[in-house]
């Protein structure tokens, strides 16, 4: 069984909306931005791409993939981010039609475009929260992996 995400962790996650995405292909990084909703129960970031953008033309080579979710702020005090690592995978089935109702209940203008969706599975997870104390680490790993 899992260890539990702490809960600092998983709040953070569901307040933001946005996350940076880090692929790579032949040694070659790239970052891009994405609008995600977070399904708690699953443990997945659920986000959509077209087929064609770069970044999942890389996913399509190599699957493991890194991100980040950051607050935007100029106070040291108030510093809030995540990084993680994971595994991307297009979805199907009976998850993808309740990752697609969730994911158009938190952004009903994505219903104008037909994309697709996918979902990281994280296996590592670690917050900074200089709430906390500066420079505090919140870390969650996946013992499977």
Request: glycine share 4%; hydrophobic share 40%; net charge positive.
């Amino acid at each position: 069984m899992n260890e539990p995400i702490n809960e600092r962790i998983i709040k953070f996650i569901n307040e933001h909306h946005i996350f940076t995405l880090a692929t790579s292909n032949n040694n070659h990084p790239y970052c891009s931005t994405c609008f995600y909703v977070y399904m708690e129960k699953e443990n997945l970031l659920v986000f959509t791409s077209d087929k064609k953008t770069k970044h999942i033309q890389d996913v399509e080579q190599q699957n493991r993939v890194a991100g980040a979710i950051a607050l935007e702020t100029s106070i040291i005090g108030k510093i809030r981010g995540i990084q993680f690592t994971g595994f991307i995978t297009e979805l199907k089935g009976s998850l993808l039609s309740k990752a697609h109702l969730r994911y158009l209940k938190k952004f009903p203008i994505a219903i104008l475009k037909e994309t697709t969706l996918w979902a990281i599975e994280p296996d590592f997870i670690k917050m900074t929260d200089n709430r906390l104390g500066f420079g505090k680490k919140l870390i969650w790993e996946n013992p499977k992996n």
